[in-house]
């Protein structure tokens, strides 16, 4: 079944520095989603890509989507201290159709100050 | 504010107490979902709803019951709680189901239930 799955597990850098976490999927969709979870709170929406979007922005994240690779990158740049949380993508079970959101276990990114 | 409002936020129970966490959300969304966050398994959905009185499970959703009379509304039910049940659940809206088009979800700040 569909489920995004997160690379690498777990990410430790130095403030300043890019962060680039992976995902990859396994059907196919028409869009994708990046969400952040701060230690045990609620997931945070960051953005979502189309699959007619290669890429998009928002602020200090960059968001690739490759639809021929079912996969997709969140790359941080400039990180912070605050951007320490998991990364979870998240795309739709159902493929192309009704379906619902599916969550891996996630990167968690550790920015050292 | 545009939030998704849970209670309780903390809980310790012993097996077998029926108990119930309410999920309420001001957005007027269509769509609403169950998860359960358990370290090394990630989010796994419960149960969700599509509208009122449309509900169906996740993926995990035994032990559990759901009801949608409000669209507002959707509390999540154990009716007969055991220790495998104890885990960090979250309660999440959007616009509409996840598909074609997805929207984003909100979610709750979560509640952590411990069943003894």
């Known amino acids: 079944s569909q489920q995004g799955e997160e690379d690498p597990q777990a990410l430790s850098i130095q403030e300043g520095e890019n962060a680039t976490m992976n995902c990859s999927y396994k059907?196919?969709?028409?869009?994708l989603q990046w969400y952040r979870q701060n230690s045990g709170r609620g997931l945070v929406h960051l953005i979502l890509?189309?699959?007619?979007?290669r890429e998009k922005h928002s602020g200090r994240l960059r968001v690739t989507l490759d639809t021929s690779k079912k996969s997709s990158s969140l790359l941080i740049t400039a990180s912070r201290a605050a951007d320490t949380a998991s990364y979870f993508c998240?795309?739709?079970?159902?493929?192309?159709?009704?379906?619902?959101?599916?969550f891996g276990q996630g990167t968690i990114l550790t920015v050292h100050p | 504010e545009a939030q998704v409002t849970q209670n309780p936020r903390y809980l310790i129970t012993v097996t077998g107490k029926k108990l119930t966490v309410t999920c309420s959300q001001n957005m007027n969304h269509e769509y609403m979902s169950w998860y359960r966050q358990d370290p090394g398994l990630g989010l796994r959905q419960i149960y969700y709803?599509?509208?009122?009185?449309?509900?169906d499970k996740g993926d995990v959703p035994e032990g559990y019951k759901v009801s949608r009379k409000e669209k507002r509304n959707f509390p999540l039910i154990l009716e007969s709680p055991s220790p495998n049940q104890t885990s960090l659940y979250f309660c999440?809206?959007?616009?509409?189901?996840?598909?074609?088009?997805?929207?984003?979800?909100?979610f709750g700040p979560g509640t952590r239930l411990t069943v003894t």
């Open positions: 890509i189309r699959s007619n979007e």
């Open positions: 709803s599509m509208n009122v009185e449309v509900t």
């Open positions: 999440a809206s959007s616009l509409s189901s996840p598909g074609q088009t997805s929207y984003e979800q909100y």
């Open positions: 059907t196919s969709i028409n869009n």
């Open positions: 998240a795309p739709p079970s159902g493929g192309t159709s009704y379906g619902k959101l599916t």
